[in-house]
């Protein structure tokens, strides 16, 4: 049978300081232990800046994440999954928490704006009159602290707004998650930002997400620089009160080294332990699903290099454990898992999904010129149907019989709901 189960999370995700802090809060709240999971990860990793890296392929990769929390409705405390992580954050690092927070992500220009550089403009130097030389001059004194924390409680609004034809947030938001400088070719704007380091956590439920994410960007990869999260509410606290952060003083503190030890600029690589392993599991995250899951899961490799140089850095490591590794792996996974639940088909993958919605109701079974008649309309060639054919067949949900005829014997498929009738 097929299922589209919620994802669970793996006890290695939770392994380290990061399970620390989230079972310490879990007993405070209705939110559930992967979005304050995921919620700490990509706000330690944006208090962390851009100093410490990994190398994954040829690129230098940070601990800037971004992701999406997405509940079966709007009751799957995304917000309050937040507000237990944010009261931490601020006591690790109250500057970044009074200024390098934002939201209301609508436009390229708008985002730019919040890490833009120092601008100058050629002055006149006046003798009387006469134009005598030209200076420098700071028109605008720009952003020194280049983190920003994006929290976009409406990530629906956001994504119709990058429908828009010249809005450029799409291709700002895809610079920002690769860490390059950040720019527009619009004639009146004229910010730039060298060297951002910008998160985005964003809340959205399922059925928006469902309408939403398949028109917008999939293809120039902006969909899968996200890690896609399911959250549910974990329990019924009606009487529920403050998180008690006197009780997370000793983890507080660990953050605060571990941030100041992190903000010297430096590669963090694999120990030996973690490069053999991250070598023999590294192609299997190279290739690509098909279809709408395939799209939002594009990047698995760079994202398990960036989850597991969180880890490492949060524990104050000078290079990623096989430990810290395992623990990247199992919270990818748990994206990976939650994508199938919310974009996953039967079988990902149009055709298959297609003949398979037609074949369910046939009891009877259908030849493959009505398969090609009234799943295709005639427009399928004979190998785009074997192969759909040969994923339900493989996946036990369909099968066929052979029938003499006066000429060639003719297949007939049937749903496996019709073995026994």
């Given at each position: 049978n097929i299922s589209h189960s919620p994802p669970k999370l793996e006890a290695p995700a939770l392994d380290g300081i990061a399970g620390d802090i989230i079972k310490k809060i879990l007993p405070h709240t209705e939110a559930s232990e992967a979005a304050m999971l995921f919620n700490l990860l990509a706000g330690f990793g944006n208090i962390a800046g851009r100093s410490a890296y990994t190398m994954a392929g040829n690129s230098p990769h940070h601990t800037n994440l971004f992701g999406?929390?997405?509940?079966?409705?709007?009751s799957g405390r995304k917000g309050t999954s937040w507000s237990a992580i944010k009261e931490l954050l601020r006591e690790v690092d109250p500057d970044w928490y009074q200024s390098r927070m934002a939201s209301g992500l609508s436009s390229g220009e708008g985002l730019i704006y919040h890490v833009r550089d120092e601008r100058t403009e050629k002055k006149p130097i006046k003798d009387g009159k006469r134009i005598v030389d030209y200076q420098d001059e700071i028109v605008d004194e720009g952003v020194s602290d280049k983190r920003i924390f994006l929290l976009e409680e409406e990530?629906?609004?956001?994504?119709?707004?990058?429908?828009?034809?010249?809005?450029t947030l799409s291709a700002i938001i895809r610079s920002l998650w690769d860490g390059g400088n950040l720019r527009t070719l619009i004639k009146n704007s004229p910010d730039t930002a060298t060297e951002p380091h910008g998160s985005i956590m964003a809340h959205i439920t399922k059925a928006e997400a469902s309408e939403l994410v398949a028109g917008v960007d999939c293809q120039n990869?902006?969909?899968?620089?996200?890690?896609?999260?399911?959250?549910?509410?974990?329990?019924?606290?009606?009487?529920?009160?403050?998180?008690?952060m006197e009780q997370l003083s000793g983890e507080i503190k660990r953050l605060q080294d571990a941030v100041f030890k992190a903000q010297t600029e430096r590669e963090i690589p694999l120990s030996a332990e973690a490069h053999d392993r991250w070598s023999k599991i590294y192609d299997e995250h190279c290739t690509g699903q098909a279809g709408l899951i395939g799209a939002v899961t594009g990047r698995a490799a760079p994202m398990i290099r960036r989850l597991s140089l969180c880890y490492a850095l949060m524990e104050g490591n000078d290079e990623q454990t096989l430990g810290?590794?395992?623990?990247?792996?199992?919270?990818?996974k748990y994206c990976e898992d939650s994508a199938g639940w919310l974009f996953g088909t039967p079988f990902n993958d149009p055709?298959?999904?297609?003949?398979?919605?037609?074949?369910?109701?046939?009891?009877?079974?259908?030849?493959?010129?009505?398969?090609?008649?009234?799943?295709?309309?005639?427009?399928?060639?004979?190998?785009?149907?074997?192969?759909a054919l040969e994923k339900l067949e493989r996946s036990g949900e369909a099968f066929k019989k052979t029938e003499p005829t006066i000429g060639a014997p003719r297949e007939r498929w049937f749903p496996n709901?019709?073995?026994n009738c």
């Open positions: 999406v929390l997405v509940g079966a409705t709007s990530f629906a609004s956001v994504l119709k707004r990058m429908k828009g034809k010249d809005n990869g902006l969909v899968n620089r996200f890690m896609w999260i399911y959250t549910n509410r974990s329990k019924s606290l009606p009487h529920a009160g403050a998180i008690p810290n590794l395992e623990s990247g792996l199992s919270a990818w055709d298959a999904d297609r003949l398979w919605n037609t074949l369910k109701g046939q009891k009877n079974g259908m030849t493959r010129s009505e398969i090609s008649l009234k799943v295709f309309n005639n427009h399928a060639d004979k190998e785009r149907i074997n192969t709901s019709a073995a």
